[in-house]
């Protein structure tokens, strides 16, 4: 498979890549045990509860074409205008679309007819097992580096999500571009991917089994951060990490050193730049993470806690803006414990961290180190 990292062209059309992960997705893989490797399927958190109960839902058509590498649910959903990237059989989009509720919609978007095929037939069933009277989801065909070419509107999106897709594009600067142009002001794009240890040799790259898998095309973690930048969002906040394990000797032996892991990243539509530190208090009122709100792994939210001024700005200036209220450090509300410490941007760094911790205890990195994130 040619690598083209210097992006797919003009207008966008199916580039070999394209072609390569269309017949990957659609006749190599037919279910999720039929991938030779577990980079799709390594999930980077414990699944809360109440998204259990919504997964359940979820037709076994769908679930069984389920690819994904980490678990696409960010907080304060309701009404929410959502969009997939590479939404596959539709499974996160069908999770999601009882989240919203019918005021919300969802829409995925994937260039692989198979699947969208898969996706489309079980509409009817979703919304008549969820009680909504009309559907709440739609499924578009397109690429995810043309998103407004596929008819998508600019500024349309409160969220945006993709689980192990971004991988897969011969160009992710553009699949970011589009991001940030489809979604509103205060959007957030908050997805799960694959990211390798280092930038990845051609050999890797050229390898179709490897691209296919989610591991020949993964960004250097550190790449991520130069493009999120270059592209206009807010520096990426790292929620959760977990190291992939390869299990197949074969493809081991030719990633050689490379390490990999399934990272879950959340990068906002915000103005950037605030150093100002604030005290900002939760009201506790965001369904699924009333008791405790982890929103990266520096940061689990109870009462009042002292952030960054970057965060200030994303939670006094997106949906969060309700759920929160800021004073300035050492107001009426005295901050609990000490300052932040300098945040952990490394997803390997904090997948080592994670997997020292006791299991049951917070799945973010921060409770074990950062008490200023955590007392309540
Ligand atoms: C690893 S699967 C993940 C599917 C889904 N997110 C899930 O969790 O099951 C990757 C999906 O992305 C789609 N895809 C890959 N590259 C794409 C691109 N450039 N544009 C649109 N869809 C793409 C594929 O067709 C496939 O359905």
């Known amino acids: 498979m040619a690598a083209e990292k210097s992006g797919c062209g003009k207008g966008c059309g199916d580039s070999g890549i394209h072609v390569d992960v269309k017949d990957y997705y659609s ?24 998204i259990r109960q919504a997964l359940k839902k979820v037709h076994p058509d769908v679930s069984d074409r389920y690819y994904g590498c980490g678990l696409v ?14 939404s596959g059989s539709g499974r996160d989009c069908y999770m999601l679309s009882q989240l919203v509720g019918e005021k919300g919609h969802v829409t995925g978007i994937d260039m692989t007819e198979d699947q969208l095929e898969v996706a489309r037939k079980h509409v009817d069933y979703h919304m008549k097992e969820f009680g909504f009277k009309k559907p709440n989801v739609n499924f578009v065909q397109g690429l995810i580096e043309g998103l407004t070419e596929a008819g998508l509107e600019k500024n349309s999106f409160d969220i945006i999500i993709s689980n192990c897709v971004v991988n897969l594009s011969p160009d992710k600067k553009r699949v970011l571009a589009e991001a940030y142009s489809v979604l509103k002001d205060g959007g957030e794009l908050y997805f799960s991917d694959v990211y390798s240890s280092g930038r990845l040799t051609e050999e890797i790259k050229n390898h179709k089994v490897l691209w296919g898998e989610c591991l020949g095309g993964a960004l250097w973690w550190k790449d991520l951060l130069q493009l999120a930048d270059e592209v206009g969002f807010s520096p990426p906040r790292l ?15 030719v ?10 990243y959340r990068l906002f539509k915000v103005p950037k730049g605030n150093t100002k530190t604030c005290q900002v208090i939760y009201n506790g009122n965001i369904t699924g993470v009333e008791e405790s709100f982890l929103f990266d792994c520096h940061y689990t939210f109870k009462v009042s806690v002292e952030v960054d001024g970057e ?21 009426p509300s005295a901050p609990c414990g000490v300052k932040p410490q300098a945040g952990i941007v490394d997803p390997f760094e ?27």
């Open 27 to 50: 006749k190599v893989l037919k279910r999720s045990s039929d991938l030779k490797t577990n980079a799709c399927v390594t999930p980077a958190q414990p699944i809360p509860a109440f």
């Open 73 to 86: 649910v960010p907080e304060c959903l309701e009404g929410c205008r959502i969009l997939d990237l590479g």
């Open 239 to 253: 929620v959760t990490s977990k190291i992939i394990t390869i299990e197949n000797k074969e493809l081991q032996a």
């Open 255 to 264: 990633l050689g050193d490379f390490k990999f892991v399934s990272a879950t």
């Open 311 to 331: 965060l200030a700005t994303i939670l006094t200036s997106t949906r969060f803006k309700e759920d929160f209220t800021c004073q300035p450090p050492g107001g």
């Open 350 to 376: 904090l997948a080592l961290q994670l997997e020292k911790q006791v299991p049951g205890s917070a799945t973010g990195g921060c409770c074990s180190t950062n008490s200023s994130a955590c007392c309540k």
